[in-house]
């Protein structure tokens, strides 16, 4: 309940987003007919087809997607025409000559007010309507993503679409007094309709443009994201990002451990239980072999299975994947062996291991003591040495003796270095289109698109050049020559590729010129590399100052996916 809560708020609170801009001429368009014929058919239309459709979305994957297309292109000319027919009124019978069989109008012209016109309306208004996601709808969304679209996600869609609605409606009322009053003093009713039909004109062309999803995306006129924060941590549903301190000689009892049932598989030994592991203390490890975060981790998760295996300590790592190719037991086994992890992992495939623990986070450390109670949690990266300690007076609880004393200091390199924090100013970017944003450009959904990089990129705005179809995890390029270019600021950067036949040879540059001295462990010094497996690729190590660079990769053999950079 509390969630649904909040997801009305956020969508209350969407009136002051820009990406609310586009679809408002819709809107208002019809503010000087009665609210409960016109205005309110039209909002209950809106919100149905648009938790209709994101649902869909989520249940369908590119199939739903690819048919909204066809969807949102009627819209987009049933909108059209609504806004000529207020811009022309002459035009507005032979306009809607074909919807009065359908018992639909979108024009009052000549007939009185059809509660069907308006809902018809307002399905279209839903159809193209893209909220910006901010913290609430990005909650709900991220929620779908990882446990898979239910009945819970759509009403979770419907609370925020009727949030909108009730503040889109509140505005509506009180436009309708103001053209009133309007039309009353200056006699220019007929001249403000008109008006409001270009600005329907213009939201359609926004949106056929992109500017709905992209320019608004970036540019806030006011921000809300602040306010939905506050409401998040207020509301307790998602942890904070802190260790739990050592105190003195005890720790809190947060809970007992889950049960580690729900493994698909498990790598380095024969499944592990709750009541095999009493008298152990345990560690799990919640990680995915993809995750930079989690990748930065892995030496001292590596370091403390080593230190106190014969001390009392059980490692187990639970593979929670992301991406689609995180599942595939092979790619997991390479990953596995390639990293040096010989401890047991559990390939929660289905995440249900992740959802016992009620976890949200890569990585994610969990620690029980003896009697199987959890007794700290720490989620990201960092304060290993606080992490060392809670595992060092677990084991002393428990009784065991010559428990090691002292802090890990494990060597690292490549991708699993330490990042330089106070240099890093780029966030972790997808290039699929369910959680892509900041691209320079319209996607072209699950189909073949052609794209042109802009002359000039701002810092973390990416761009394709070449054919390249955008999917709902991944872009994938199909063209020899195509590629993708970031302006970041960080030491690092690196990019998530996979391929699904033969590898695939790429060439990057810095500013237009081979790295150098910067290449990163996966390129050499004139920038060249291919892809051979699903995985994180490091392709940029600076040293020196850090500022800002453009990146680009070209893909000098078809056929590779780009899933997401992240830096460091």
Known sequence: MILIILSFLGGV????????????????????????RSGLPLLLGMAVSFAAIASLATIGGGWAVHANQYG??????????????????????????PLVALGSRISDSTQAESMGGAALLGVATGLLWAPCAGPILGLILTSAAIKGASANTS????????????SLGAAL????????????????GEWIRRALGALVLVGVAAIALGLDTGFLTRVSLASTAGIEQFLVDRTGLVAKTKSVAVAGST????????????ATLWLNSPPLTRAALKGKVVLVDFWTYSCINCLRSLPYIRAWAQKYKDHGLVVIGVHAPEFAFEKDEANVKGAVAMLGVRYPVAMDNDLTIWQAFHNQYWPAHYFMDAQGRIRAHHFGEGEYDKSEQIIQQLLTEAGYKDVPTGIVNP?????????????????????GYSR??????TPARNEVGVYKAPAILDRNQWALDGKWIIGQQTATSINVGAAVSFRFHARDLHLVLGTEDKPVRFRITIDGKPPGDAHGQDTDAAGNGSVTVQRLYQLVRQSG???????????LDPGVEAFAFTFG
């Open 545 to 555: 100052p850090v500022r800002d660079r453009i990146f680009r990769i070209e893909l």
């Open 72 to 97: 949102r292109i009627a819209a987009m000319i049933l909108l059209a025409l609504f806004g000529l027919t207020l811009l022309i009124p002459s035009l507005a019978e032979r306009l809607t000559r």
């Open 173 to 188: 009322l009180i436009g309708g007094k103001l053209f009133a009053a309007m039309k009353q003093s200056l006699g220019a």
């Open 251 to 262: 720790l809190p009892v947060e809970g007992v451990m889950p049960e580690l049932a729900g």
């Open 155 to 166: 009403i979770l869609l419907l609370a925020y679409a009727l949030g909108a609605g009730v």
């Open 411 to 431: 060597a690292a390199n490549g991708a699993e270095a330490a990042a330089d924090l106070n240099a890093m100013q780029s966030p972790e970017t997808y290039l």
């Open 436 to 441: 892509g944003e900041n691209f320079a450009g």
């Open 13 to 36: 609170l969407t009136i002051l987003s820009p990406c609310i801009l586009p679809v408002l001429p819709f809107v208002f368009a019809r503010a000087d007919k009665p609210f409960l």
